[in-house]
């Protein structure tokens, strides 16, 4: 048994302390009535049989009906809780590996906080809602980095997550062929009883061919695995930034007028390069912009993780402070409804 806000029992004891004043008053106010109805002519004014209603127990009874009700409110204020609520928990079968583009591109401002910002923000929806799966993070640019290899530490993959930037690797360039080419071994050497997923972050662009990309990512399939992509960026693009210099040539100068070239490249994304490898991988695709495109993404994820196994659950503790305040409303309303001695003497009258 615990409570939300435990800080607003204090109010407890003031409460209990104001009802036994009251209880008090009341006891002496019927002490002071029965010394004056002792004394005669009493009948004229209240008549003998009425005197059974005049007592204390009656007076005790509604007293103890207001310290009931006010006890409950303030436990219900209090947020009370008690552990008998179980929550299922899923146990995902299939490990997910995170494969992240983190070349210069990916620093681009064409969509908020840029394409890595946005990449982020998404990975961490991904890991708040399958919590207690497998992940594992692979960056790449040029080559393939393994940074965390898979496990159930969510907090560690944050720290990882947070930690991303273009500037981690020296060897610039986008080139995806690679990071599919270890995916795919990956997925060979990945034990039979899951089958494993990967998600390719990207903004698509590449300087290989369409072809060997594609073949790539079938044979992640053939081994055994699912490649789902999702792309970052916009088709329009936006200005590279050099900073520390650019290793590599960039995928896409524009012309300027007088036949010169901007001394900076232009990104452009390529949603439809990442949905043909997704397509050739056997999973889904969506942009990061598309949000219903990424929630069908997620939903699918749930049946390809295993997530539709559940566990025996955990005990957590659950809400309670509806039942306070239900024995709340009873108690003042009993209180309420019982007659006091001149509620009775006026059915009397009125008989």
């Known amino acids: 048994m615990m ?38 002519p009493k009948d004229r004014f209240w008549p003998r049989r009425l005197r059974k209603h005049f007592s204390k127990p009656r007076w005790l009874t509604k007293g103890v009906l207001l310290s009931i009700g006010g006890a409950s409110l303030v436990g219900a204020l209090a947020g009370f809780q008690v552990g008998d609520s179980r929550t299922p928990r899923f146990r ?26 946005e990449a982020k923000l998404l990975i961490h929806r991904m890991t708040t809602r399958f919590s207690g799966a497998s992940l594992a993070l692979t960056v790449f640019a040029e080559e393939p980095y393994h940074l965390l290899p898979p496990g159930t530490d969510d907090g560690l993959l944050t720290l990882y997550v947070e930690a991303l930037t273009t500037e981690l690797v020296a060897d610039q360039g986008t080139s995806i ?31 290989a061919g369409d072809e060997s990309l594609a073949a790539a990512a079938s ?69 990061a912009g598309d949000s219903e495109g990424v929630l ?14 559940v566990s025996e659950g955990e005990v957590e503790k659950a809400d309670r402070w509806s039942w ?21 003497r006026r059915k009397v009258e009125a008989s």
């Open 177 to 207: 062929q690679p990071a599919l080419a270890e995916a795919a071994r990956l997925a060979r050497e990945a034990p039979k009883e899951g089958k494993p997923v990967f998600i390719l972050l990207s903004d698509g662009e590449d300087q």
């Open 3 to 40: 409570f939300q806000n435990p800080e607003l029992l204090w109010a407890l004891p003031f409460i209990l302390i104001l009802l036994g004043l009251s209880v008090a008053v009341r006891t002496r106010r019927i002490g002071a009535m029965e010394t004056y109805l002792s004394f005669d």
């Open 296 to 309: 069908s993404l997620l939903t699918w994820l749930e049946s390809a993780l295993g997530q539709g196994e």
């Open 92 to 117: 995902p079968t299939s490990p997910l590996f995170l494969i992240v583009d983190i070349s210069r591109s990916m620093a681009v401002e064409d969509v908020p906080w840029s394409r890595l910002g």
């Open 219 to 287: 044979e992640i399939q053939d081994n055994g695995g699912t490649l789902a992509t999702i792309a970052f960026g916009t088709r329009s693009g936006g200005r590279v930034t050099l900073s520390g210099g650019v290793v590599g040539a960039p995928s896409h100068v524009p012309e300027v007028p007088g036949g010169s070239s901007t001394a900076e490249p232009h990104s452009r994304a390529d949603p439809e390069l990442l949905r043909r490898l997704a397509e050739e991988g056997g999973g889904r695709f969506t942009a």
């Open 324 to 344: 306070l305040v239900l024995t709340a409303f009873l108690a003042l309303l009993l209180e309420s409804l019982l007659p006091g001695p001149f509620e009775e």
